[in-house]
């Protein structure tokens, strides 16, 4: 099998690294990573966006964002943000987006990983999955994205863009103009896939 194009392979990189920091905190390497980045700025939004998260990067310590990463994505109840597909399209936590999203995967062949306490619904597992189906040059990749993060994410991500913290906030920003891009590129695609997601 041939490669992937630099497109999608910086396409999958950006869901994985998504997925890294929306489900922990970055510890003190990759922090110091992040802020090293060297970002061309081609007039784009999204440049721009990932500009900000680097600079805010350089500025932060790893035990602050553990701390901001609590309180902002997970809570001693709920966090300021609640990263869950179903808590954003029906209002509760373990609603019908999350059976909806189980069946998928289940046809597609996705299964939870046992050590992991989170449903399936959490947008870090779901920025995973985008990037396995992008590796993977699936006919589904298109369809999934637009059923199962299109109606909600950028959403989410905009509410994390909000928070107080600099590096989080920038994260949200950045993953927010990352998901419209996405969704402007994978909804013609969707149309044109005759490939359904459906339960075995």
Known sequence: MNELNERDALRADVY?????????????????????????QDGTLLAERWASLVAAAGEATADDLARAHFRHLIGVVQGDITPYASWYRNGELMDAALVALRRDLKALGFQRAEHSRDPEDHLAALCEVMAMLIEARSVAEARFFMTHLAPWASHCLADLGRVDTPFHAHLGQLGQAFIEEESRRLEAESLEDPVRIVEP
Do not use: K
Not at 16 to 39: F, I, Q, T, Y
């Open 16 to 40: 994985r690294l998504l997925a890294r920091l929306l489900r922990e905190a970055p510890d003190a390497s990759l922090l110091e990573w992040l802020a090293g980045l060297e970002v061309e």
